[in-house]
């Protein structure tokens, strides 16, 4: 047998076993280190700190992401204030319609999420979790936006 034909004859066992270790692997991350390796840009270090304090303790966890949520939904306010302000006409009608049709989506996936996740712990800190990291990639957008303003 060639060394071509080996190598497409093992690749499918290799790729299973990789996965099912990588599988293990993720299952076994702490619930601290997986919000830091998920988290967009933007999500404050406050709750980094946080959850390394909280370690797997679901309500520590739940506290740290409650203050991020708070963090993250006025860093989003504050951002959309502003861009608002710099934008006149057309452009600001835009804004705000995109941000209407944001919002409703926001509320449409939250919604999902509540059919998709189960009602444990772990679940309800993925949906807040959730939340969260769409309110930051949100504001992340917008801040984009105010750069191209020149703010």
Known sequence: MNTLTTLKTLALPIALALAAHGS???????????????APQGITTRLYACVDKAGDNPDAIGTC???????????????????????????KDALVSSEQAWQDFHTKTAALEASIYGKSKRDDLQRLENEIFRLSERANALDKYLAERGQ
């Not at 692997?25 to 830091?36: D, P, Q, R």
């Not at 991020?68 to 504050?78: C, G, I, P, S, V």
């Open 24 to 38: 293990n692997a993720f299952s076994a991350e702490s619930l601290a280190n997986g919000v830091k390796r998920r």
């Open 65 to 91: 992401l409650s203050a991020e949520k708070t963090a993250q939904d006025e860093r989003l306010n504050t951002t959309y204030k502003t861009l608002l302000g710099k934008l006149i006409g057309q452009a």
